[in-house]
C-alpha cells in the first residue's frame, strides 16, 4: 500500500516536492518509479531509482528538472519538480517493484504496489 502526497496546483516555472511512503514498510528491497497520466493520455514513465545503488533513470521530457531521492531509512522517496511547465500536469503515481532490472524500470507492468495519486496541476 503506497501514499503519494504533495501534489497541488502551481503556476509554470514553480517546483513541487511529491513523496511517497509505503504503510509499515520501507524500500529497502524495491525499486520505486514514478508514472503520470494526464486526462485522455496514456500512463507515462516519469522516472525511477533502484533498489540497491540507487541509481536514478528518467524520461527524457522531465531530465534536468525532475529529481528522485530517497531518505536514508528508505521510508520515503520524493519526486523533486522544478520548472514545471503547463505539460507536467497529471495525476502522479509512485509504484515498487522487486527484481527490476535497468531495462523494465520504464514499464509499469512490472511494479507489484501502486498508490492512488496525487494531482499536480500547473496553471497561470
Known amino acids: 500500500h503506497l501514499v503519494e502526497s504533495g501534489g497541488g496546483l502551481v503556476q509554470p516555472g514553480a517546483s513541487l516536492k511529491l513523496s511517497c511512503t509505503a504503510s509499515?514498510?520501507?524500500?529497502?528491497?524495491?525499486?520505486v518509479g514514478w508514472f503520470r497520466q494526464a486526462p485522455g493520455k496514456e500512463r507515462e514513465f516519469v522516472g525511477a531509482?533502484?533498489?540497491?545503488?540507487?541509481?536514478?533513470y528518467y524520461a527524457d521530457s522531465v531530465k534536468g528538472r525532475f529529481t528522485i531521492s530517497r531518505d536514508t531509512p528508505k521510508t520515503t522517496v520524493y519526486l523533486q519538480m522544478n520548472s514545471l511547465k503547463p505539460e507536467d500536469t497529471a495525476l502522479y503515481y509512485c509504484a515498487a517493484g522487486q527484481g527490476l532490472i535497468t531495462s523494465s524500470l520504464g514499464n509499469g507492468a512490472a511494479y507489484d504496489y501502486w498508490g492512488q495519486g496525487t494531482q499536480v496541476t500547473v496553471s497561470s
Open positions: 531509482i533502484k533498489r540497491y545503488g540507487g541509481s536514478t
Open positions: 509499515g514498510r520501507t524500500f529497502t528491497a524495491y525499486s
